[in-house]
């Protein structure tokens, strides 16, 4: 159990294999309920490698496309971009 773990490293790398495999888990059986191909990783916890890697790969030997941030960090600051986009497009719109 983590919180009986006396070693960090052991600690830490627990924590995060059991995070990731909780996550997978339920991303996939989303996906294959719904007939899902395509998963995108975006918020602030993705600026964790160990957990981004961890969860992409596994997701990606399951069969999914996944996609991750490449011009913008993947954080509020991204968010704050598509709100301001979706804003412009309404207006635009004249809604």
């Not at 899902?36 to 030997?61: E, M, P, T, V, W």
Request: hydrophobic residues 45%; contains cysteine; proline residues 1%.
């Amino acid at each position: 159990m983590l919180s009986d773990c006396r070693d960090a490293s052991y600690g830490a790398a627990l924590f995060h294999a059991t995070l990731a495999a909780g996550l997978a888990e339920w991303v996939e059986r989303a996906a294959g309920e719904y007939n899902i191909a395509y998963i995108a990783l975006g918020g602030g916890c993705f600026h964790n490698d160990i957990l981004l890697r961890a969860l992409s790969d596994r997701l990606a030997k399951h069969g999914l496309q996944v996609l991750t941030a490449q011009q913008m960090q993947p954080n509020d600051s991204a968010i704050s971009l598509g709100q301001a986009w979706v804003a412009l497009q309404t207006i635009k719109q004249g809604k």
